[in-house]
Protein backbone atom coordinates (compact mmCIF):
# COMPACT_ATOMS: atom_id res chain seq x y z
CA UNK A 1 0.00 0.00 0.00
CA UNK A 2 1.39 3.24 -0.76
CA UNK A 3 1.30 6.35 1.94
CA UNK A 4 2.41 8.89 0.00
CA UNK A 5 0.19 10.56 -2.64
CA UNK A 6 1.35 9.96 -6.16
CA UNK A 7 -0.08 12.61 -8.74
CA UNK A 8 0.99 13.82 -12.31
CA UNK A 9 0.64 17.64 -13.14
CA UNK A 10 0.48 18.26 -16.88
CA UNK A 11 1.12 22.12 -16.32
CA UNK A 12 0.27 23.79 -19.68
CA UNK A 13 0.61 27.13 -20.86
CA UNK A 14 -3.45 27.34 -21.09
CA UNK A 15 -4.84 24.81 -18.32
CA UNK A 16 -3.55 22.57 -15.65
CA UNK A 17 -4.58 19.11 -15.21
CA UNK A 18 -3.85 17.09 -12.52
CA UNK A 19 -4.20 12.84 -12.81
CA UNK A 20 -3.87 11.21 -9.01
CA UNK A 21 -3.41 7.95 -8.25
CA UNK A 22 -6.19 5.73 -8.06
CA UNK A 23 -8.49 8.29 -8.58
CA UNK A 24 -7.84 10.10 -12.15
CA UNK A 25 -8.19 13.44 -13.29
CA UNK A 26 -8.95 15.64 -10.25
CA UNK A 27 -8.27 18.92 -11.11
CA UNK A 28 -8.93 20.73 -14.55
CA UNK A 29 -8.64 24.80 -14.36
CA UNK A 30 -7.30 27.16 -16.91
CA UNK A 31 -3.36 28.63 -15.60
CA UNK A 32 -4.05 31.62 -14.68
CA UNK A 33 -3.50 33.20 -11.52
CA UNK A 34 -4.70 36.74 -10.04
CA UNK A 35 -2.18 38.97 -7.90
CA UNK A 36 -2.15 41.94 -5.75
CA UNK A 37 0.68 43.90 -7.04
CA UNK A 38 0.86 45.41 -3.80
CA UNK A 39 0.45 43.01 -1.17
CA UNK A 40 2.14 40.12 -3.79
CA UNK A 41 -0.48 37.80 -2.52
CA UNK A 42 -2.57 35.44 -4.73
CA UNK A 43 -6.21 36.15 -4.69
CA UNK A 44 -7.58 33.49 -7.02
CA UNK A 45 -6.13 30.49 -9.14
CA UNK A 46 -7.80 28.70 -12.54
CA UNK A 47 -11.27 29.49 -13.22
CA UNK A 48 -12.09 32.32 -10.63
CA UNK A 49 -9.10 34.42 -12.28
CA UNK A 50 -9.60 33.50 -15.95
CA UNK A 51 -12.86 35.69 -14.81
CA UNK A 52 -10.62 38.51 -14.11
CA UNK A 53 -8.68 38.51 -17.07
CA UNK A 54 -8.80 42.22 -18.84
CA UNK A 55 -11.42 42.70 -15.97
CA UNK A 56 -9.43 43.35 -13.39
CA UNK A 57 -8.71 47.40 -11.22
CA UNK A 58 -5.10 48.76 -11.00
CA UNK A 59 -3.85 47.24 -7.80
CA UNK A 60 -5.00 43.52 -8.79
CA UNK A 61 -3.46 41.71 -12.26
CA UNK A 62 -4.55 38.34 -13.78
CA UNK A 63 -1.64 36.81 -15.47
CA UNK A 64 -0.38 33.49 -16.96
CA UNK A 65 2.91 32.38 -15.01
CA UNK A 66 3.37 29.93 -18.20
CA UNK A 67 4.30 31.14 -21.47
CA UNK A 68 5.49 28.53 -24.43
CA UNK A 69 5.27 25.73 -21.99
CA UNK A 70 8.02 27.20 -19.41
CA UNK A 71 7.58 28.83 -16.19
CA UNK A 72 7.41 32.81 -16.96
CA UNK A 73 6.72 34.00 -13.51
CA UNK A 74 8.52 31.48 -11.24
CA UNK A 75 7.45 32.93 -7.77
CA UNK A 76 3.68 32.98 -8.94
CA UNK A 77 3.91 29.30 -10.44
CA UNK A 78 5.35 27.90 -7.24
CA UNK A 79 2.23 29.98 -5.36
CA UNK A 80 -0.06 27.90 -8.05
CA UNK A 81 1.90 24.54 -7.66
CA UNK A 82 1.18 25.13 -3.70
CA UNK A 83 -2.60 26.02 -4.46
CA UNK A 84 -3.14 22.38 -6.85
CA UNK A 85 -0.98 20.29 -3.94
CA UNK A 86 -3.70 21.73 -1.45
CA UNK A 87 -6.39 21.16 -3.30
CA UNK A 88 -5.82 17.89 -4.44
CA UNK A 89 -4.17 16.39 -1.57
CA UNK A 90 -6.01 16.51 1.57
CA UNK A 91 -4.34 15.38 4.77
CA UNK A 92 -1.24 16.10 6.70
CA UNK A 93 1.25 18.97 5.79
CA UNK A 94 3.99 16.99 6.32
CA UNK A 95 2.97 14.49 4.05
CA UNK A 96 4.71 15.58 0.86
CA UNK A 97 3.04 14.15 -2.13
CA UNK A 98 5.43 12.66 -5.25
CA UNK A 99 5.13 14.49 -8.72
CA UNK A 100 5.61 13.62 -11.95
CA UNK A 101 5.79 17.14 -14.00
CA UNK A 102 5.17 17.64 -18.34
CA UNK A 103 7.79 19.51 -20.08
CA UNK A 104 7.45 20.13 -23.76
CA UNK A 105 10.45 18.07 -25.48
CA UNK A 106 12.65 21.25 -26.68
CA UNK A 107 13.16 22.69 -23.03
CA UNK A 108 16.69 23.10 -21.80
CA UNK A 109 18.22 21.87 -18.68
CA UNK A 110 17.67 25.14 -16.36
CA UNK A 111 14.22 25.24 -17.63
CA UNK A 112 13.56 21.70 -16.53
CA UNK A 113 15.19 22.18 -13.47
CA UNK A 114 13.11 25.51 -12.51
CA UNK A 115 9.65 23.16 -12.69
CA UNK A 116 11.09 20.76 -10.13
CA UNK A 117 12.47 23.42 -7.90
CA UNK A 118 9.08 25.17 -7.85
CA UNK A 119 7.57 22.28 -6.93
CA UNK A 120 9.71 21.33 -4.17
CA UNK A 121 9.31 25.08 -2.99
CA UNK A 122 5.62 24.19 -3.02
CA UNK A 123 5.53 21.44 -0.73
CA UNK A 124 5.90 18.59 -2.89
CA UNK A 125 8.67 15.67 -2.11
CA UNK A 126 9.67 13.56 -5.09
CA UNK A 127 9.46 15.84 -8.01
CA UNK A 128 9.98 14.35 -11.58
CA UNK A 129 9.37 15.47 -15.33
CA UNK A 130 8.30 13.89 -18.36
CA UNK A 131 8.39 14.78 -22.02
CA UNK A 132 4.68 15.82 -23.18
CA UNK A 133 4.59 13.97 -26.70
CA UNK A 134 5.76 10.60 -24.44
CA UNK A 135 2.67 10.95 -22.17
CA UNK A 136 0.29 12.00 -25.04
CA UNK A 137 1.11 8.54 -26.24
CA UNK A 138 0.96 6.88 -23.16
CA UNK A 139 -2.97 8.61 -22.51
CA UNK A 140 -4.00 8.00 -26.09
CA UNK A 141 -3.39 4.42 -25.68
CA UNK A 142 0.10 3.97 -28.50
CA UNK A 143 1.83 0.53 -28.11
CA UNK A 144 5.01 2.68 -27.64
CA UNK A 145 6.69 0.04 -25.55
CA UNK A 146 7.04 -2.08 -28.68
CA UNK A 147 9.39 -1.86 -31.74
CA UNK A 148 7.61 -0.03 -33.87
CA UNK A 149 7.27 3.70 -34.86
CA UNK A 150 4.54 5.94 -33.34
CA UNK A 151 4.12 9.14 -34.07
CA UNK A 152 2.42 12.01 -32.03
CA UNK A 153 1.25 15.66 -32.17
CA UNK A 154 0.96 17.09 -29.41
CA UNK A 155 -0.96 20.19 -29.46
CA UNK A 156 -1.06 22.57 -26.56
CA UNK A 157 -1.92 26.28 -25.64
CA UNK A 158 1.63 27.36 -25.85
CA UNK A 159 3.73 24.95 -27.77
CA UNK A 160 3.31 21.57 -30.77
CA UNK A 161 5.29 18.67 -29.53
CA UNK A 162 5.90 16.13 -32.39
CA UNK A 163 7.42 12.97 -31.31
CA UNK A 164 8.55 8.97 -32.83
CA UNK A 165 8.21 7.06 -30.40
CA UNK A 166 9.35 3.41 -30.01
CA UNK A 167 10.56 0.79 -27.16
CA UNK A 168 9.64 3.24 -25.02
CA UNK A 169 11.58 6.01 -26.08
CA UNK A 170 11.46 8.91 -28.47
CA UNK A 171 13.51 8.28 -31.46
CA UNK A 172 13.14 11.87 -33.47
CA UNK A 173 11.22 15.15 -31.74
CA UNK A 174 10.55 18.82 -32.10
CA UNK A 175 9.08 21.30 -29.43
CA UNK A 176 7.22 24.42 -31.82
CA UNK A 177 6.52 27.23 -29.77
CA UNK A 178 3.44 27.92 -31.43
CA UNK A 179 0.03 26.02 -30.06
CA UNK A 180 -3.43 27.62 -29.37
CA UNK A 181 -2.36 30.97 -27.45
CA UNK A 182 -0.53 31.74 -30.94
CA UNK A 183 -4.04 30.59 -32.88
CA UNK A 184 -5.83 33.19 -30.59
CA UNK A 185 -3.05 36.03 -31.45
CA UNK A 186 -3.47 35.84 -34.87
CA UNK A 187 -7.65 35.88 -34.64
CA UNK A 188 -7.56 38.99 -32.70
CA UNK A 189 -4.58 40.76 -34.92
CA UNK A 190 -7.20 40.07 -38.14
CA UNK A 191 -10.36 41.18 -36.24
CA UNK A 192 -8.40 44.71 -35.53
CA UNK A 193 -7.01 44.44 -39.40
CA UNK A 194 -10.01 44.37 -41.05
CA UNK A 195 -12.59 45.58 -38.70
CA UNK A 196 -10.39 48.25 -36.69
CA UNK A 197 -12.07 46.44 -33.59
CA UNK A 198 -10.01 45.52 -30.70
CA UNK A 199 -11.39 42.25 -28.76
CA UNK A 200 -9.34 40.15 -25.65
CA UNK A 201 -8.24 36.89 -25.67
CA UNK A 202 -11.62 35.00 -24.24
CA UNK A 203 -13.43 36.78 -27.15
CA UNK A 204 -10.99 35.38 -29.83
CA UNK A 205 -10.57 31.85 -28.10
CA UNK A 206 -14.63 31.30 -28.13
CA UNK A 207 -14.51 32.29 -31.92
CA UNK A 208 -11.64 29.70 -32.86
CA UNK A 209 -13.81 27.41 -30.87
CA UNK A 210 -17.26 28.33 -32.53
CA UNK A 211 -16.12 28.57 -35.84
CA UNK A 212 -12.18 28.10 -36.26
CA UNK A 213 -11.48 25.30 -38.98
CA UNK A 214 -8.38 24.50 -40.82
CA UNK A 215 -10.00 23.08 -43.83
CA UNK A 216 -13.22 23.88 -45.47
CA UNK A 217 -16.50 23.96 -44.26
CA UNK A 218 -20.24 22.67 -45.16
CA UNK A 219 -21.73 24.70 -44.37
CA UNK A 220 -19.30 27.43 -43.47
CA UNK A 221 -20.37 29.34 -39.90
CA UNK A 222 -20.70 33.05 -38.60
CA UNK A 223 -20.92 34.52 -35.56
CA UNK A 224 -21.26 38.34 -33.96
CA UNK A 225 -18.54 39.54 -32.27
CA UNK A 226 -17.80 42.16 -29.50
CA UNK A 227 -15.43 44.57 -28.96
CA UNK A 228 -13.92 48.03 -28.72
CA UNK A 229 -13.61 50.05 -32.04
CA UNK A 230 -10.20 51.52 -32.16
CA UNK A 231 -11.59 54.53 -34.14
CA UNK A 232 -14.42 55.51 -32.24
CA UNK A 233 -13.64 54.22 -28.78
CA UNK A 234 -17.68 52.83 -28.77
CA UNK A 235 -18.50 49.16 -28.35
CA UNK A 236 -19.35 47.73 -31.72
CA UNK A 237 -20.58 44.33 -33.17
CA UNK A 238 -19.52 43.00 -36.53
CA UNK A 239 -20.07 39.59 -38.10
CA UNK A 240 -17.24 36.95 -39.02
CA UNK A 241 -17.57 34.15 -41.09
CA UNK A 242 -15.36 31.31 -40.86
CA UNK A 243 -13.30 31.50 -43.89
CA UNK A 244 -11.92 34.76 -42.44
CA UNK A 245 -10.82 32.96 -39.05
CA UNK A 246 -9.25 30.02 -41.76
CA UNK A 247 -7.59 32.61 -43.25
CA UNK A 248 -6.64 34.48 -40.03
CA UNK A 249 -5.37 30.92 -38.57
CA UNK A 250 -3.97 29.55 -41.45
CA UNK A 251 0.24 31.25 -40.93
CA UNK A 252 0.34 28.92 -37.20
CA UNK A 253 -1.60 25.75 -39.28
CA UNK A 254 1.25 26.16 -42.34
CA UNK A 255 3.98 26.14 -39.61
CA UNK A 256 3.01 22.99 -37.78
CA UNK A 257 2.57 21.26 -40.82
CA UNK A 258 5.83 22.39 -41.87
CA UNK A 259 7.32 21.42 -38.83
CA UNK A 260 5.51 17.62 -39.05
CA UNK A 261 6.95 17.37 -42.85
CA UNK A 262 10.48 17.98 -41.17
CA UNK A 263 10.23 15.09 -38.89
CA UNK A 264 8.43 12.79 -41.02
CA UNK A 265 11.61 13.71 -43.04
CA UNK A 266 14.47 13.07 -40.33
CA UNK A 267 12.66 9.29 -39.13
CA UNK A 268 14.46 6.35 -40.11
CA UNK A 269 13.04 4.58 -43.04
CA UNK A 270 11.92 1.48 -40.83
CA UNK A 271 9.71 3.62 -38.59
CA UNK A 272 8.16 5.60 -41.69
CA UNK A 273 6.60 2.48 -42.83
CA UNK A 274 5.26 2.25 -39.43
CA UNK A 275 4.12 5.17 -39.03
CA UNK A 276 2.52 5.13 -42.64
CA UNK A 277 0.78 1.88 -41.60
CA UNK A 278 -0.62 2.63 -37.85
CA UNK A 279 -1.11 7.02 -38.80
CA UNK A 280 -0.33 9.97 -36.79
CA UNK A 281 -2.19 10.95 -33.76
CA UNK A 282 -3.30 14.22 -32.17
CA UNK A 283 -3.51 14.94 -28.97
CA UNK A 284 -3.94 18.66 -26.59
CA UNK A 285 -6.85 21.29 -27.43
CA UNK A 286 -5.48 22.64 -30.46
CA UNK A 287 -6.07 18.89 -32.37
CA UNK A 288 -9.84 19.96 -31.82
CA UNK A 289 -9.84 22.32 -34.19
CA UNK A 290 -11.84 21.30 -36.98
CA UNK A 291 -10.62 19.84 -39.82
CA UNK A 292 -6.98 19.83 -38.87
CA UNK A 293 -6.65 16.04 -39.39
CA UNK A 294 -8.19 16.36 -43.03
CA UNK A 295 -5.33 19.03 -43.68
CA UNK A 296 -2.71 17.13 -42.25
CA UNK A 297 -3.62 13.80 -44.07
CA UNK A 298 -3.56 15.94 -47.06
CA UNK A 299 -0.13 17.45 -46.59
CA UNK A 300 1.77 14.46 -45.27
CA UNK A 301 -0.66 11.33 -47.17
CA UNK A 302 -0.51 9.41 -43.87
CA UNK A 303 -3.55 9.00 -42.08
CA UNK A 304 -4.25 11.48 -39.01
CA UNK A 305 -6.56 11.25 -36.60
CA UNK A 306 -7.46 12.66 -33.30
CA UNK A 307 -7.13 10.63 -30.19
CA UNK A 308 -10.23 10.03 -27.65
CA UNK A 309 -9.69 12.99 -24.96
CA UNK A 310 -7.47 14.77 -26.62
CA UNK A 311 -7.70 17.64 -24.29
CA UNK A 312 -6.64 15.01 -21.38
CA UNK A 313 -4.19 12.48 -23.11
CA UNK A 314 -0.87 14.09 -21.22
CA UNK A 315 -2.42 14.51 -17.89
CA UNK A 316 -3.89 10.26 -18.27
CA UNK A 317 -0.52 9.43 -19.79
CA UNK A 318 1.27 11.01 -16.80
CA UNK A 319 -0.84 9.37 -14.45
CA UNK A 320 -0.04 5.95 -16.22
CA UNK A 321 4.01 6.30 -16.36
CA UNK A 322 3.78 7.23 -12.39
CA UNK A 323 1.80 3.47 -12.65
CA UNK A 324 4.86 2.37 -14.46
CA UNK A 325 7.49 4.46 -13.09
CA UNK A 326 10.10 1.93 -13.08
CA UNK A 327 10.23 1.01 -16.76
CA UNK A 328 9.52 4.41 -17.95
CA UNK A 329 12.39 5.32 -16.13
CA UNK A 330 14.70 3.08 -17.34
CA UNK A 331 13.95 4.23 -20.97
CA UNK A 332 15.01 7.71 -19.90
CA UNK A 333 11.64 9.82 -20.53
CA UNK A 334 11.58 10.74 -16.73
CA UNK A 335 13.99 12.90 -15.48
CA UNK A 336 14.76 13.67 -11.88
CA UNK A 337 17.97 16.39 -11.54
Known amino acids: ?20 RGKGI ?36 AIRPM ?13 MLEYIRLKTVRGPQFVKPTALIC ?13 IKAAHAAGFGRAMTIEEPMAAAIGAGLPISQAGGNMVVDIGGGTTDIAVISLGGIVKSASLRIGGNKMDEAI ?28 PLDPELKMNVRGRDMIAGLPKTVEV ?15 IAEKLCQVLEETPPELSSDVIERGIVLTGGGALLRGLDMLLTQVTQIPVRVADNALDCVAIGTGRALEELDAIGRSGAVTNL
Open 1 to 20: MRLIPEIGIDLGTANILVYR
Open 67 to 79: KDGVIAEYTVTEK
Open 103 to 115: VPSGVTNVERRAV
Open 241 to 255: SSEEIREALSEPVRQ
Open 188 to 215: IRHIRNVYNLAIGEPTAEELKIRIGSAY
Open 26 to 61: VFTEPTVVAINTKTKRVLAVGNDAREMLGRTPGNIT
